[in-house]
């Protein structure tokens, strides 16, 4: 998976703003999930679950729950 | 709190409308069409047919989309019977003028006669396809039948109870029922009650084929729901959701409300008889009407000059329900002559059947007939079935008494026996 971190985030961003309606530019590597962008957790898990078929990746459900960032989240992707 | 309604007889009224209908994307547009006699009622483009050997491959889908109403979080959040009660729903709340009420005296009923179809169906593609590690957290949030509840409750911050009442084709009516009964009981100060149904899937027309109670008539989609015609063949499924704010009479006055009507009784019995067909004799549909006029008093049943009849087109279920209203309404009207000059509706020949959303929905035509003191038309009557001895409003509007009290009646059975009547009255 040869897929660059800014690529990444920018699907990301698309991914999560279709979700939450969050507005992709507010969506940057250092917010956080739950205090800055104020999404549960089950809807990180839905973002995962599509992220998972997006980046054609397969992420373990435990690497999920300890995210705090959205770089955490970028991270995660790439290396998986 | 409001200030205390009577013990015997707190008034309950209608103080907001909202729809979302194969006939237009609210109430006005929608209630235009049925007065113009408008088929909602279409053959759908798929090929369901060759897939599945689906026989009746025609409904009345939404005239607009949920998709472009919402948001796309919201879309994503709800099943398509959430969503279309939420378009309802708010639309309701603005119509009455966003009640300024305590949010624990704010409750909610939103019925749905099926459920999350959509997404269950969804969720168990994904599930035998790609194994359950793929299915979406909000499955079961999405597909529970209380989920058009929550969701309503959650956008309007309503706190006084969330119900769901579940009774197949009566679902919609019965919100209503449970609605005034929360009023009558002071449980709520305003209750958002209403139905929804978003169900038109190849196993619905499949399901319900197999059980003969769909019209198979694909040569003409549009003529297929034929209430009271010697040549109907069951119904013509629908969609949609219709949402109304009920409020004790007392509250909406203090606030300075418009009131579209009161709603004067509600009736609400069981057949015992079969799970699918109405009791042959009518006697829990009659014992429904009966209850309704009764609750609602000599004075306003006397005043009844229109039911928006059930009529699904059924061959069975349509005259069963034409004798009850003509035995129910010569007891409330003092003579046969007068129960039989009651001008009644079926608009499902235009809506086509919106299942858990069709007792809501009619029930806002009951109170715009009373309204505009307009009996709104049943189309596709070729030949009236000579069984059927009411008055039956054919083709084009009929005028209702110009002045004075007037009262109109909605009913609403489901399979399982459930039957509900609403009487709703000028204010």
Request: net charge negative.
């Amino acid at each position: 998976m040869a897929l660059d971190k800014d690529n990444i985030l920018q699907q990301l961003a698309e991914i999560i703003a279709e979700e939450t309606g969050i507005r992709p530019e507010d969506i940057t590597p250092t917010k956080s999930f739950a205090d800055d962008l104020d999404i549960d957790s089950l809807s990180i898990m839905t973002i995962f679950t599509l992220a998972e078929d997006a980046f054609g990746v397969e992420i373990p459900d435990d690497a999920v729950k300890d995210l705090a960032t959205v770089q955490d989240a970028v991270d995660l992707i790439a290396n998986a | 709190m409001s200030a205390a309604p009577s013990a015997t007889d707190p008034l309950t009224v209608v103080t907001g409308l909202g729809a979302t209908t194969p006939l237009g994307g609210d109430v006005e547009t929608t209630w235009q069409a049925v007065l113009a006699g408008q088929p909602g009622v279409h053959a759908l483009s798929n090929t369901w047919p060759e897939d599945y050997g689906i026989v009746t491959n025609f409904a009345a889908t939404l005239k607009v989309p949920a998709h472009s109403v919402l948001t796309g979080p919201e879309l994503r959040r709800a099943d398509p019977s959430a969503q279309y009660a939420l378009i309802a729903a708010r639309q309701a709340w603005a119509d009455a003028g966003a009640p300024d009420v305590a949010p624990e005296r704010l409750a909610v009923v939103i019925a749905s006669g099926i459920g999350g179809l959509h997404t269950m169906l969804t969720a168990w593609d994904t599930v035998r396809d790609r194994g359950a590690r793929k299915l979406l957290p909000l499955t079961v949030p999405m597909l529970m039948p209380n989920s058009p509840a929550a969701t309503v409750a959650i956008d309007l911050a309503a706190r006084g109870g969330a119900h769901a009442p579940v009774s197949a084709c009566a679902s919609g009516a019965e919100a209503l029922v449970l609605a005034s009964r929360l009023i009558q009981q002071d449980l709520a100060d305003v209750v958002v009650a209403g139905g929804t149904e978003a169900a038109i899937h190849p196993l619905t027309l499949g399901a319900f084929g197999r059980m003969r109670a769909l019209s198979t008539r694909s040569d003409s989609p549009e003529t297929a729901s034929r209430p009271y015609c010697v040549t109907r063949d069951g119904f013509v499924m629908g969609e949609g959701a219709g949402a109304l704010v009920v409020e004790s009479a007392a509250h909406a006055h203090a606030r300075g409300a418009r009131v579209h009507a009161r709603l004067a009784g509600v009736g609400s019995t069981s057949d015992a008889y079969d799970v699918a067909p109405p009791d042959p004799t009518g006697q829990g549909q009659i014992r429904a009407m009966r209850s309704a006029l009764r609750q609602a008093g000599p004075a306003v049943a006397r005043a009844v000059a229109h039911v928006n009849a059930h009529a699904t087109a059924t061959p069975a279920g349509d005259t069963i329900e034409a004798r009850a209203i003509v035995e129910a309404l010569t007891e409330a009207l003092g003579s046969r002559q007068r129960a039989e000059a009651v001008k009644v509706s079926g608009t499902k020949s235009m809506t086509g059947h919106l299942l858990g959303a069709a007792g809501a929905v009619e029930s806002i035509f009951a109170i715009l007939a009373l309204r505009d003191r307009l009996a709104p038309p049943t189309i596709n009557i070729q030949e009236l079935d000579p069984e059927v001895t009411c008055h039956v409003v054919r083709d084009q509007p009929e005028p209702l008494p110009a002045t004075g009290p007037l009262a109109v009646m909605n009913n609403a059975f489901g399979f399982g026996g459930h039957n509900m009547a609403l009487v709703f009255a000028t204010a």
